[in-house]
């Protein structure tokens, strides 16, 4: 895990995507040199998300 120039944890995995059982939200944004407004928005997201799914919800980012 590393932390983004603004403040954002980024993780990297090697292994095969968590099972369905184990993630019960994905949400998936694909963006384009859009870095600052980006920062923004997943942190409301993350703000926004019940406790109870915060550890059971991926966040994916597609940068082109």
Known sequence: TRT????L???YTKSASP???QMQLSICIP????SSVLA???RSIIATLPTELKRQTEIV???N
């Open 4 to 7: 983004t120039e603004h403040g």
């Open 31 to 34: 963006t384009y040199n859009r």
């Open 9 to 11: 944890s980024r993780s």
């Open 61 to 63: 980012v597609s940068d």
């Open 19 to 21: 099972g369905p059982s």
């Open 40 to 42: 923004v928005l997943i």
